[in-house]
């Protein structure tokens, strides 16, 4: 069976990894013939690219994946669906980005021309399934994937405070936030922040210089690799996860499986994803106080801290890939 997979490819060019540089790979194993677009960094030599790439492939494949953002990348996939409708060859909008419920309602009558006609629209979270079922009945819910035998489970003792950021440094995911977190923390006891995550944005100098004003302890990796990250999160304690509006972040779950306690932003797609007090704590989006008194709860009740560990990796432990290619495969061979 033949797919041609739309979206970002760009974690050469110091970018994070992508849904697609995973699940793709992961398809492929279970005997799938993958062509992918684009890995162009330029934006528009990827429109073209991704353009080429529907009308070379798109009638010979069988399914059209499209990664589908809320951003200006969006308009890549009313392109993309309307030369699949053209040449009659079904799509596959995978919903991704916590924003695309607004855009729903910004514009309804663009959202209909791509979602309405779709073979289904694949939502990786309770959060866009609630928002997307409703409107297009052919929307399913089908989890971001993680190998979980490759996340080695690792008790943490909480009482000391060795803060893990793992994203993209860029303004939706508030990586600030983290760096005044810690500098509040500072004022209790010792705390350190390790940031791991390109820097497509060069936001690294202004980071660091709100760090030094502040005197927090900071440690900024750049990009790393999945092993390389999961090294650096044996030394880490409590996870943060700072960002403005999501769906469900992969790096969260990575770090659920990893046995750290998260402390997250309770927007977009989190609340799905963690159970506040019992997988998790969640705290209101920009709420430096809240969030510092998050983490100082877990370090003030290390047993507590411990059980909502143990209780988020159970949880998590649905997301491995043996569990959601079922879902996968049902849906493409149907």
């Known amino acids: 069976m033949k797919l041609l997979y739309i979206g970002n490819k760009l974690s050469k060019h110091n970018r994070g990894q992508t849904v697609m540089e995973s699940l793709g790979p992961d398809l492929e194993q279970e005997g799938f013939t993958v062509r992918y677009a684009s ?23 069988d399914y059209v994946l499209i990664d589908t953002y809320s951003t200006w990348s969006f308009y890549y996939v009313v392109v993309t669906a309307t030369l699949c409708r053209l040449f ?7 919903l991704h980005g ?73 303004p939706l995911y508030h990586p600030e936030m ?19 995550g390109p820097d497509p944005q060069h936001l690294q100098p202004e980071l660091e210089a709100l760090a030094e004003e502040m005197g927090v302890s900071v440690t900024f990796t750049g990009k790393l690799t999945k092993a390389e990250w999961h090294q650096r999160a044996t030394s880490s304690t409590i996870f943060l996860n700072t960002t403005r509006a999501d769906n469900t972040p992969v790096s969260v779950i990575e770090a659920m499986a990893l046995g750290l306690p998260v402390v997250s932003t309770d927007v977009g ?6 159970s506040h007090d019992e997988t998790g704590l969640l705290v209101p989006s920009e709420d430096v106080q809240a969030m510092t008194e998050a983490v100082l709860h877990l370090q003030q009740h290390p047993d507590k801290a411990q059980k909502m560990a143990e209780k988020a990796r159970v949880h998590v432990e649905k997301f491995d890939w043996s ?5 996968w495969i049902k849906l493409l061979k149907s």
């Open 39 to 61: 890995d162009k960094k330029n934006l528009l030599w990827r429109f073209l690219d991704i353009v080429g790439a529907v009308l070379r492939h798109a009638r010979n494949s």
């Open 88 to 94: 009659q060859v079904p799509y596959i909008p995978i």
């Open 98 to 170: 916590g924003h695309l419920p607004q855009r729903l309602q910004r514009w309804p009558r663009l959202s209909r021309w791509v979602f309405a006609h779709a073979y289904a629209n694949v939502a990786p979270s309770g959060y866009l399934y609630a928002a997307f079922k409703p409107l297009f009945s052919q929307t399913m819910a089908i989890p971001n994937a993680i190998p979980i035998q490759e996340y080695t489970y690792q008790p943490r003792d909480t009482r000391s405070l060795h803060l893990l950021w793992v994203r993209s440094l860029v």
């Open 178 to 196: 983290a760096l005044r977190v810690c500098a509040a923390l500072q004022r209790h006891q010792p705390c350190t922040l390790t940031i791991i």
């Open 269 to 274: 797609g989190l609340p799905y994803l963690i």
């Open 323 to 327: 569990v959601v290619k079922e879902a």
